[in-house]
Structure formats: C-alpha cells, structure tokens
C-alpha cells in the first residue's frame, strides 16, 4: 500500500495554470518531481505553464515501486498530457532518463508541439538484459542507480534500492518505443551528458539514426541527472529557445 504522505521534496509541481503554452516533464527511474523542479521553475519564471507529476511508486519507498510496471506511469503522464492539451494551444513533453522514455511514447502516441529530453534511456547493453532476466527471479532490488550527479553536495533523493521487477518493466516500455521511433513527427531536442554513467550511449546514437527532426546537445559538465548539475541552466536555455521559437513560427504566445 502507498503510504499516506509524500515527502515534500517529492510533491508535484505545477505553475501558470492559466498560461496557453504548456509543459510536462517527466521524472525518471526510481527519481521524483524533485530532479525536475528546477527546470519546471525555470520554464514557469516565463510564464508557461508548466506540470511536474510524481509518477505511482516514485518518491516514497522503492517496496512502493516494486508493485508498479511502465503502463501505471505512463497512464499517468498521458493522463495530465490530456489535460494540457485541452487547455492549451501548443503543449511540449519533456523528461529525464525513464522519463524521456515516457516523453518520447506521448510523441509516438499524440501530436504534441516539441520533445525536450535529458539523458533519455529506451536501450541497455544485450548482457545487462540477460542478467535482469535472471536476477529478477532471484531479489526483489537490487542497488541504487542515483546521485550520478557531478555537482559537489548536490543529490536527486532517488532510491536506495532499485526494484527490480519494475526495472523488467521498463525494458518492455523501452522495446516498443524502439518499434514506433518513426512515428515521431515533432521536432526533438536531444541533451545527452558527454559522461553518464547510468544511461548506454547505444540510446542517443539510435536516436540520432532514426529520429528524422532531432537537434543533438552535448553537455559537457554534467553527469546523468543533468537537471541538478552544471550544466542545468545550459538545459534551461535551449529548452526555453526551442518553445519560443514554436511559438513564434506558430504565432502562438504564452
């Protein structure tokens, strides 16, 4: 059972509900809203509306996780991208790691304004998904994929374990966002950290193979949680230079 209370550093975020462009992003793996606030301010302080949602099992004890698989999180980024889209005129989606997988099943699925990704994940070395297989049956988690943060004293408060069932799941998520790339039709900005040790970087050279609109960003200071590291307001600015420029060619305004 969820546990009543969610930790404040894990609530959602949101800001401008009244604005008439509309962000969703997307935290990852075993992460929460707290990874993604900091961009969600930074997109908010002018002056869209931004939606920050905390996806079921995240944010409280990785037991609660251990119980939900990919369609439990993705029911519910599609559920407040609905929401956007009724009430906006151009809606972008965007997400760390797991979360940029997310963003990138809502652009295969729906037609969204733009795709904004940070160190996205959809592929894993064919040997690291042998040994899931296994150990899945054998432990419930195994150890912490969090903090690959370079910023000194900075942390994303992700679990101390990873549960490994979920884990699984997302591997099944993974595939069918690899069979449906070429449905993506929205222009999409890629930031990938020059190291990462969480993310294969088999994933942003088959995004850059098969993805026809896609804009490749190298950060060069930042681990996998780039949201939270040096480069973050380098994410901050070509994130907010893709939607004005939508926006402009649209003649849409905020």
């Not at 943060?149 to 490994?164: C, K, M, N, S, V």
């Not at 790339?181 to 969480?198: F, G, I, N, P, R």
């Not at 294969?200 to 896609?214: F, I, W």
């Not at 600015?237 to 849409?252: D, F, K, P, Q, T």
Request: net charge negative; charged share 20%.
């Amino acid at each position: 059972m969820q546990p009543t209370t969610v930790p404040d550093h894990a609530s959602p975020f949101t800001a401008n509900p009244d604005a008439g462009v509309g962000v969703l992003l997307c935290h990852g793996f075993t992460g929460s809203p707290y990874s993604m606030k900091p961009w969600g301010r930074a997109l908010a302080q002018e002056g869209l509306r931004v939606d920050v949602p905390r996806l079921p099992g995240h944010g409280t004890h990785w037991r609660d996780m251990a119980i939900t698989e990919w369609s439990d999180w993705y029911r519910v980024v599609e559920q407040h991208l609905a929401v956007l889209q009724a009430e906006c005129t151009n809606v972008f989606v965007a997400g760390l790691s797991m979360g940029g997988a997310l963003a990138l099943r809502l652009a295969e699925c729906h037609d969204v304004a733009g795709v904004m990704l940070v160190n996205p994940a959809i592929t894993c070395p064919p040997t690291q998904i042998t040994t899931l297989r296994v150990m899945r049956h054998l432990m419930r988690s195994t150890s912490a994929i969090g903090d690959d943060i370079a910023l000194p004293g900075q942390h994303e408060f992700a679990y101390d374990r990873t549960p490994l069932n979920a884990a699984w799941s997302m591997l099944e998520l993974w595939q069918m966002i690899q069979d449906d790339l070429d449905k993506v039709t929205a222009d999409v900005l890629l930031m990938t950290s020059v190291t990462d040790h969480v993310v294969d970087p088999s994933t942003r050279h088959m995004m850059l193979r098969r993805l026809p609109n896609v804009t490749d960003v190298r950060l060069q200071h930042s681990l996998h949680v780039a949201t939270l590291d040096h480069d973050a307001e380098q994410i901050h600015a070509e994130s907010l230079a893709v939607i004005r420029s939508h926006c402009a060619a649209m003649g849409a305004s905020r």
